[in-house]
């Protein structure tokens, strides 16, 4: 199987929630790399990378505990870094 990369961006009520503390907790225990950030104009930015089922399952788990506080979701798929993420890490 090949690596992917997703740059996710989230907007609604995902600031001040925990929402990269979850996400980053969510991702312990998978094979997947990237960060999570607060964005200035009030977005919640992720960037995961790795199996693209270990992807899909955090984009989902994330989804499935978040979802009610995000009103949309722009997903962008890039090229994986080389070498690529190794862990999952908030970004300030």
């Known amino acids: 199987m090949s690596t992917v990369r997703r740059r ?3 907007s609604g009520r995902v600031q001040g929630i925990g929402f990269r503390y979850t996400s980053r907790w969510l991702a312990q225990g998978r094979a997947v790399g990237g960060y999570v950030r607060n964005l200035p104009d009030g977005r919640v ?3 995961a990378e790795g199996e693209q089922a270990e992807v899909d399952a955090l984009l ?3 989804h ?8 949309d979701v722009q ?4 090229p994986p870094d080389d070498p ?3 862990e999952f890490s908030i970004r300030h």
Not at 75 to 78: G, M, Q, S
């Open 8 to 10: 996710v961006y989230s």
């Open 45 to 47: 930015e992720l960037v």
């Open 60 to 62: 989902e788990a994330i």
């Open 64 to 71: 499935q505990r978040l979802g009610d506080h995000i009103r």
């Open 75 to 78: 997903v962008v798929t890039e």
């Open 84 to 86: 690529p993420l190794s």
